[in-house]
């Protein structure tokens, strides 16, 4: 006697027939991850080096003279202004590209965490969700797999737009949003707003890093920050933002591209325009 | 499928840093994984924490002794990180959210597919990652058996005893019945 519920085979009882139809398309379809390189042993020269460096830690103490490191480029606290050129760092899991006029620093020893006091930031991350954070003074971002460019001002007004994969983005009051793949979120005084899809203008030019850019028209709705510029923020369905599917876009305006590979393709461009601007 | 006897093999290759190997296994035991953090998380999130709960996987390989062992091991793993998903889990958030990926049936069988997965979400967890594995992933009793570990006898019951209580849960019609 056949048993469709264990084998799956003979004549199968229909409502688990219906009840396998309507649960399908939750089945798993994802590749497998990205896989780091497998922890070794440190070299021989590496131990060497960490024993000498604490058999000096040790002597220093023993004479009472604290012995400090100096602190590498790009240390911990160490505050990092670009001036007018770019800077492209390696944080171990990716590279951040801080554009001209930008004050930034990492602020924990991975290098996986910065802080971003303006001008914009544009990070390409492999790593797993939530491995690399960017601390704004208004918001959190926090890496889920992707690339993406941050502008703030001092104030923390800007963007965040988002070009591959998907950031989720925290404001002051813990309310987190996610942004998909070609879509953006202002960031004002209040935390992140609404997400909305880019659409690229040619009329677009931003200045950065000195915490003044022009309030943009048409449909590129970047949060103006020009002093005393009154910027309205939607907190319309938070709930439904925490809750977006892992790979979906963020549908919630009718500039969203029609088709989904096309909104890395035209967030490209909007980020080239972002640099070009800055250069 | 992956042969027993190869499993020992692939995941000696794994542990020494065959990516090849570990996408092999990925292969294998995605859907077992990916059932039991759907029995626990939304549809989403189940769906990111799989290739959290595979990289944690590659890091620890080496510590596993017994190739089979993998199966239960892997189990452990999925179940450890939705407890730590729940964990960290804001009190507002709904355990429900939207469908992964390209999977956009209409909004009213979205609606009664949540419904039933809350449904199969209340049983004792033995039945509802079976049922998941068997009702979602599409994997029949001996394929749940090979990669869980279970006896395929085990697995035959945990099918049926979850599927009765499935039943009693749900109305003559399919439709959840009101509690």
Known sequence: MSDYLFD????????IARLEAMLAPMAYRGAAPRLPRPARRAPAYVVAAAAIALAAALVAVLIGKPWRPRPPSGAVAQWIDTGEA???????IGSVELAA????????????????????????????????VVRTPRAVV?????????????????????SEGRVAVAGGDAREVVVGAGARVELSEAGPGEVSAPVPAPDVQEQQGTGNRKPETGNHRMAPSGAGAHHHVSKKHPAKQIAAPATHPQPHTNTAPSKKDEAPRIQHDALKDLKNSVE | MIVGDLLPQLIRSAAAGDQRAFAALHARYAGMVHAILLARLP???????????????????????????????????????????????????????GWPDDAQPSSSDVAEAHQVLDAIRALPDAYRETLIMRLCEGMNGPEIAAVTGL???SVRINLHRG???????????????AS
């Open chain 1, 8 to 15: 799956r085979e003979g004549e199968p009882d229909p409502e």
């Open chain 2, 43 to 97: 549809p989403s999130e189940a769906e990111d924490q799989v290739q959290e709960v595979f990289l944690a996987a590659w890091k620890k390989l080496g510590q596993l002794d017994e190739a089979a062992g993998f199966g239960a091991w892997l189990c452990a793993i999925a179940r450890n990180r939705a407890v730590d998903c729940l964990r960290r889990r804001r009190p507002t958030e709904a355990l429900q959210d």
């Open chain 1, 142 to 162: 926090t890496d889920l797999g992707c690339a993406f460019a941050i502008t703030v001002d001092a104030a923390g007004r800007g963007s965040v737009v988002v």
């Open chain 2, 163 to 177: 599927m009765k209580l499935l039943r009693d849960k749900l109305g003559v019609d399919g439709k959840v019945a």
């Open chain 1, 101 to 132: 006029h930008t004050r930034a620093r990492f602020v924990a020893a991975t290098r996986h965490e910065m802080q971003l006091e303006r001008g914009t930031l544009t990070a390409t991350i492999h790593a797993p969700p939530r491995q690399f």
């Open chain 1, 86 to 92: 770019a800077m492209r760092l390696d944080v171990g």
């Open chain 2, 151 to 153: 006896e395929p006898g």
